[in-house]
């Protein structure tokens, strides 16, 4: 009796999705630049007047904890809704 020959079946290699998908929107980019914008303008309200002016040591701060502590945040986390079935919501004309 003769050998058979055993065929290699190929194994097909589907290609999976990457894990590290980049999830922002445009919306995500605009809020990340006002806080970058609200960030300048923070830093540059530091530098005005003398060292025991105001717009210095208190409307700065706010502001640069503003900038670091909402909008970073939010445009980090910030995620739109999808708007799942618009057609359930409508009423129908019979």
């Known amino acids: 009796m003769a050998k058979q020959i055993k065929k290699q079946s190929r194994i097909r290699k589907t290609r999976s999705e990457s894990p590290f998908k980049n999830y922002w929107t445009r919306e995500n980019y605009l809020l990340l630049s006002a806080g ?8 540059f309200l530091m530098t005005f007047g003398p060292w025991d002016n105001p717009v210095s040591l208190t409307i700065s701060p706010i502001i640069l904890l503003i900038a670091y ?24 004309k019979s």
């Open 69 to 92: 502590l909402i909008i970073f945040p939010l445009a980090i986390l910030y995620k739109k809704n999808k708007k799942a079935g618009t057609s359930e919501n409508v009423p129908s």
């Open 36 to 43: 970058i914008l609200v960030l300048v303008l923070g830093f």
